[in-house]
């Protein structure tokens, strides 16, 4: 068969005012290019669990939701969901298969909407895929009609055996970064995370010689990748994050990881890190107050307890020439129109080097949907396409959806204005020219990173 792995790309946010500002603010610009710009891992990893025997190829349906034409010249195609394009992708199942091309549907979203998605596609895959794959494509080679394949009826994913991911797929296509998961999962439950932990396995780290394999393969596309590691927490376990660290170094890379607050901890780790290419970490901050994060990770409470050290943590990173993007949520339930100026302030005294806010957002699946739906909180229950981090879909406890929008562009504005980020900056160099100057040699390459 010809097998069409199809990636839905670019960022999505749907708010007018949002996006007007997002053409003026090189901060946000810029963040969007380069997040927009990455390959699917999880159908690189399909395309490598396929049985021998098929032509496999990988597309990319852009911002826009069309599907290229070529797609239609496959007998199977595999696409993978995240809820704020899942209706874009639902719309190419549907016309794919009215054309006779089978569709597997699998990702973030179906895997807890697999009834939804069932209208749609042949095959909806719930959970990691690896191990469900094969049996999908031997049900679409035997014409078999609709059907739902769950991991946890499979063998449970082992990530001491992965195969490396299909990246030569992507060969003559314009990626400049490439993204490899060291580890799946993450200890902590964050009652909005919508991230691996939908996948329904525990944090599993994979063997340090398998992450080096991996980025050995995607340097054989581009020499000196910038690589993304698409973990949800990277550094949960410091002893294997040192191995980690001393491995990749002598590859020269530059990298960026999603990691909790705890590195600050290790001078040693962060030494490592650094010395290994470690140029940005991206943290979830939050809120900048302890009392704002109380009961929100649902197993140890781990973002109120360490909330009262985090401007201290932010700076001990940074100061290793780490730059930190730090996290905010805007619209928490204890959050009322003060916030907005709260997170200005404490990126400013940081100062950060970068900072991403986002609106909180009830993605399908999280304990934060279930609470705001039995709630009567949901504004529009079901608009997965609001799903973007950007759009407020539900009603903030202490403002009006409005004051939470007109909070977002107001920090926006001060945050990613060229005068906000070159402060920021600017900031960070100094700091980092007091405590480390020997950090600084490269901080041009920083500024670029
Ligand atoms: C890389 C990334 C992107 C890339 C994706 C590139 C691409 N074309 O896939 C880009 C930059 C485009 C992106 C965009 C967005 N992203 Co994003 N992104 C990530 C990130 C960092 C890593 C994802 C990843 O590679 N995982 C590793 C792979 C191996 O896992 P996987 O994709 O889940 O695949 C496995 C299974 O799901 C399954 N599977 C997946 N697809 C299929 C298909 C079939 C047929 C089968 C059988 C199995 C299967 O098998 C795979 C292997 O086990 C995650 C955060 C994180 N740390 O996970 C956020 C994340 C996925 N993104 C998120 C969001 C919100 C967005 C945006 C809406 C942001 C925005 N406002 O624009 C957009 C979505 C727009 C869009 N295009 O869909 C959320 C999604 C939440 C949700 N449930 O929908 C996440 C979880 C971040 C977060 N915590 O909020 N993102």
Not at 47 to 65: F, K, L, M, S, W
Not at 162 to 178: I, M, T, W
Not at 316 to 344: K, M, S, Y
């Amino acid at each position: 068969m010809r097998i069409g792995l199809l990636a839905m790309s670019g960022v999505r946010a749907h708010d007018p005012k949002l996006l007007e500002l997002g053409l003026t603010l090189p901060g946000f610009v810029d963040r969007s290019k380069v997040v927009a710009s990455l390959p699917s891992l999880g159908l690189l990893y399909l395309a490598a669990a396929t049985p021998e025997g098929h032509d496999v190829r990988y597309y990319e349906a852009e911002g826009d939701g069309k599907e290229p034409a070529e797609v239609y010249t496959c007998d199977l195609v595999a696409i993978s969901t995240f809820s704020a394009q899942v209706f874009e992708a639902y719309a190419i199942a549907d016309r794919l298969r009215a054309a006779g091309v089978k569709v597997a549907m699998g990702g973030l979203h179906v895997s807890v909407r697999p009834e939804e998605a069932l209208t749609h596609a042949d095959y909806v895959i719930v959970g990691e895929g690896e191990n469900v794959w094969p049996a999908v494509v031997e049900a679409a080679e035997r014409g078999e009609g609709r059907g739902l394949f769950d991991a946890r009826q499979f063998p449970p994913v082992d990530v001491a055996r992965l195969p490396v991911p299909r990246y030569d797929l992507l060969a003559g296509r314009p990626y400049n970064r490439f993204t490899v998961q060291t580890s799946r999962g993450c200890p902590w439950r964050c009652d909005f995370c919508a991230s691996t932990v939908m996948l329904r396995q525990a944090y599993r780290k994979r063997p340090v010689a398998d992450v080096i394999r991996d980025i050995r393969a995607i340097a054989q596309l581009r020499e000196h990748p910038y690589i993304e590691f698409a973990d949800d927490n990277t550094f949960v376990d410091k002893a294997w994050g040192k191995q980690l660290c001393r491995e990749l170094a002598p590859l020269r890379l530059k990298w960026f990881t999603e990691t909790d607050i705890s590195i600050a901890d290790d001078e040693e780790l962060l030494d490592l890190m650094r010395e290994a290419g470690c140029r940005q970490v991206l943290v979830g901050l939050e809120s900048p107050t302890p009392r704002d994060l109380e009961g929100m990770e649902l197993k140890t409470n781990f973002k109120a307890r360490r909330a009262h050290a985090a401007l201290e943590s932010v700076r001990a990173i940074q100061d290793h020439g780490i730059t930190v993007n730090g996290c905010f949520i805007l619209g928490l339930d204890e959050h009322t129109p003060e916030i907005f100026p709260r997170v200005l302030d404490f990126a400013m005294e940081v100062p950060l080097y970068e900072v991403q806010i986002t609106v909180l957002t009830p993605f399908p699946g999280t304990p934060l949907y279930a609470r705001l739906l039995k709630e009567g909180r949901l504004l529009e229950p079901g608009r997965w396409d609001r799903c973007t981090l950007f759009d407020v879909n539900y009603q903030p406890k202490n403002m009006s959806p409005q004051e939470l929008r007109d909070g977002l562009y107001w920090l926006s504005e001060r945050l990613y204005s060229r005068e906000g980020v070159a402060q920021r900056r600017r900031g960070f160099f100094e700091n980092l020219r007091r405590r480390r100057p020997a950090a600084l040699h490269d901080q041009v390459e920083l500024a670029m990173a």
